[in-house]
């Protein structure tokens, strides 16, 4: 993409610190520095790291609501429809439409719509499943998994700069930084410029 | 004493005085039977921020939670407010020949409520009935003294052995304690409020009201720690956006869990459909009772449940104040519910008085509670997590989440 520049090798710089509150005191600075394309790698869901990164609000919350309030109301209109249109039976007397019965099912299809929605939208907007990362070639990167926190800075953003960006890391408490290199299709495409 | 509880306090006064003074007059213009159906009302609204003081107390020393640290002195405090309760409950058993048509079942011509107390008679009559008044008495006040004693205790705590010692002790005795008082308060939701229509019953009876309960206390404490924050510096200092947003978490949780109950309640009566337990519907299906439920619901449950989706406005004390505020009010009607249809078969009617009196029993409460608030530091500076709360507060004060500016 970026022909002239090389900065193109380079994915992401990856700054890996040892606790979860060092990486929050981290990622506010990070955040405070203006850089936009950023994540953060932690072994457990760390509280506030969201706003702390300064990351933009989730809208799954959003469609979850609007996909349980459809499910809500076609569990409900599907019963009625059923009971009082489709195929009314008498059932120890009491009137077709019997609203009090409809609420469980009502609430199982509010819940089930919900639930789809997210699983599903949440893989969606992650781009999951994805076998390859560009990440998964930086070195040290398993240890996000087990005991280390880690924030990563996109090559992608208007601030980053390989060497700036790598020491303003260093000067956030890291314990070490690493970059991520592009993966082949990346690497050849930076060749490329380079050739030229 | 501090500013804020001293301003509640004068109002919570004025309105204590002004409400039962209200009450004490309409006994005379609206005779007895009006007056001690509005008290039993008034009484049981009142009674469940003790009972919802006391659960939470235990739950909080139970479960090692950081978050209902800032609550425990008010919980506390309400829990010292027993003995007022056992002095509102004597006008309630001045009316018993009104409010309980158990105590003299052949004078209502009724001969299925006779054929019924047969039965029942075994474990409501009069006798028993003070009886286990007393045993539930002696229960709540002996826990709240207990835990209150070794708080204070631990508050004089010379070392941290000795404060984790102590709150070994709490923690033991909420553990039985939790049983022990939800029991109590499940016979005494039987005894004082189910036993209205004594050929009905129901099992989850005690576990609803305990959800009211627990909703308008969390609603009434939501308020009080907002107030108290803006006006003390360090209690201010460890209340921050996550606390609130923790209050109303579960002040959220226990309304949808008492909608619950009670929509669980309505499906298995209706769809069995029985002679013995229908009864509490079919009174219930005329104005303006019809009209209270469907209120109740879109008032009481929908809309604060749609507001309390939203995340912002539980972190914003200020927003969860006003849906507190909301909630202390609806709280009142669902008491409406369940107690003035089977009080008031024929006509069906709200009376002044139904409002007069809750509103002067609460006030009145709310004196007796802030005093004895008032009374210890607002704080459980010696409890074995307090240090944790402070530090994750101050660790976030650089960040967006840092406490909230009180104004």
Redesign the interface.
């Known amino acids: 993409m970026s022909h002239s520049s090389p900065q193109s090798n380079v994915y992401a710089l990856v700054a890996e610190y040892p606790t979860p509150?060092a990486l929050?005191?981290a990622a506010?600075k990070v955040r405070d520095a203006g850089y936009k394309r950023v994540d953060a790698l932690t072994p457990f869901p760390v509280h506030?790291i969201v706003?702390?990164l300064g990351l933009p609000k989730s809208r799954m919350a959003a469609l979850v609501?609007c996909a349980a309030l459809f499910g809500a109301i076609g569990g409900f209109y599907l019963q009625v429809w059923l009971t009082t249109q489709q195929y009314p039976l008498t059932i120890?007397g009491?009137p077709y439409f019997s609203w009090?019965?409809y609420?469980?099912v009502t609430f199982e299809c509010m819940v089930l719509a919900a639930g789809l929605t997210a699983f599903f939208g949440m893989l969606i907007r992650n781009r999951l499943p994805r076998p390859y990362h560009p990440l998964f070639a930086t070195r040290g990167i398993e240890a996000s998994t087990t005991g280390k926190f880690m924030i990563v800075v996109e090559s992608t953003d208007p601030k980053f700069d390989e060497k700036g960006t790598e020491s303003f890391l260093r000067s956030t408490g890291a314990e070490s930084v690493n970059a991520a290199p592009f993966d082949d299709f990346g690497r050849d495409q930076a060749a490329d410029g380079a050739a030229k | 004493m501090n500013e804020a509880i001293k301003k509640m306090r004068s109002k919570a006064l004025a309105f204590g005085v002004l409400g039962t003074g209200a009450t004490i007059a309409g006994y005379f213009i609206a005779g007895q039977q009006q007056f001690f159906q509005s008290w039993l009302i008034g009484f049981l609204y009142v009674f469940a921020f003790a009972c919802g003081g006391m659960g939470f107390l235990m739950i909080h020393h139970l479960a090692p939670g950081k978050w209902s640290l800032v609550l425990q002195r008010l919980h506390e405090a309400a829990t010292r407010t027993f003995p007022l309760i056992l002095i509102l409950f004597i006008p309630v058993i001045m009316g018993m020949n009104d409010l309980y048509p158990w105590i003299n079942p052949s004078a209502h011509n009724d001969h299925v409520l006779e054929e019924v107390m047969h039965h029942k008679g075994m474990y409501l009559n009069v006798h028993d009935f003070f009886l286990r008044a007393a045993i539930y008495f002696v229960i709540w006040m002996a826990f709240a003294a207990l835990l209150s004693r070794w708080s204070r205790q631990q508050d004089a705590s010379r070392d941290t052995a000795e404060a984790e010692k102590l709150a070994l002790k709490m923690r033991m005795l909420s553990g039985i304690g939790l049983v022990i008082f939800g029991l109590a308060v499940t016979f005494a939701s039987f005894d004082w409020a189910m036993s209205v229509e004594p050929k009905w019953y129901s099992t989850v009876y005690g576990a609803m009201l305990m959800m009211a309960q627990g909703v308008a206390t969390l609603s009434l404490f939501a308020i009080i720690a907002f107030k108290l924050a803006s006006s003390d510096k360090q209690y201010g200092s460890v209340i921050g956006a996550q606390q609130y947003h923790d209050i109303g978490n579960m002040m959220f949780a226990f309304l949808v869990l008492f909608t619950y109950l009670g929509?669980g309640e309505?499906?298995i009566l209706?769809?069995g459909?029985l002679p013995e337990e229908i009864e509490h519907y079919i009174i219930r299906m005329k104005d303006p009772w019809t009209q209270l439920i469907v209120g109740l619901t879109l008032l009481h449950f929908t809309l604060p449940f749609l507001i309390m989706?939203w995340k912002s406005n539980k972190r914003n004390p200020r927003r969860l104040s006003w849906i507190a505020a909301w909630l202390l009010v609806t709280s009142l009607f669902v008491y409406f519910w369940y107690l003035l249809p089977p009080l008031r078969p024929e006509p069906p009617y709200f009376h002044w008085m139904d409002f007069t009196a809750p509103i002067g029993l609460f006030g009145l409460w709310l004196f007796v509670f802030l005093g004895s608030l008032s009374k210890r530091p607002l704080l459980p500076q010696k409890d074995p997590r307090f240090p944790a709360v402070v530090a994750q507060l101050a660790?976030?004060s650089?960040?967006?989440?840092a406490v909230v500016s009180h104004g």
């Open positions: 509150e929050l005191t506010e506030g706003e702390a609501f120890s009491r009090p019965n609420i469980p | 929509t309505l499906i209706w769809s459909n989706l660790g976030k650089s960040g967006s989440e």
